[in-house]
């Protein structure tokens, strides 16, 4: 059975990529985090946890030397301001790979 990889990007920048199971239930990114932390749900009872940015968005023409979303992640260093993240790869437990652009996972 083929897995369908799902790919987060963030002004063309690939922040994360993963299969969807993967994606949805455990988003490692803080920007594929605040996504899907706002799709709105049908249940209008239900709870949900939306995260809401905080900071300026860089202008497409004037990005941020580092990471693109540096400017509004709440858990950004100095590194992330200085220097933009690889895609890496990463290997869950049950052998899943999947890809993810933050230093947080280097």
């Not at 950004?76 to 999947?98: D, I, M």
């Amino acid at each position: 059975r083929r897995q369908r990889q799902m790919c987060i990007r963030d002004r063309g920048r690939i922040m994360e990529l993963a299969d969807k199971k993967q994606l949805y239930g455990n988003p490692l990114h803080p920007y594929t985090r605040a996504l899907l932390s706002a799709i709105p749900v049908p249940d209008i009872h239900a709870k949900k946890d939306e995260i809401i940015l905080q900071g300026e968005v860089p202008s497409p023409l004037n990005p941020p030397k580092g990471c693109l979303f540096s400017t509004r992640c709440a858990y950004a260093t100095e590194r992330c301001h200085k220097e933009a993240p690889k895609l890496v790869e990463l290997t869950g437990e049950n052998g899943a790979k999947r890809s993810v652009s933050c230093f947080l996972y280097h």
